[in-house]
């Protein structure tokens, strides 16, 4: 079965077990936060700075969220 399959056989459950399944597989996923980088946080802190430099200096343009998503899929 396929993840489009598994997908539209979901979202024809009821609310409440839509909601229990989204449970279910949200805590089987790994803690975003917990994973591996490598990159300390005062490395990431001084990227943010930059990278917020670069925006207010008009280096870069930022993305919004939809352009984000947009090009994630």
Known sequence: MGLDQIAN?????????????????????????TIPSDITDSQAIKLAKKRDNEIEQGKVKPLSHQELMSRLK
């Open 9 to 33: 056989e979901a979202l024809n459950l009821s609310a409440h077990n839509r909601a229990i399944l989204a449970e279910k597989i949200w805590q089987s996923l790994e803690d975003p936060y």
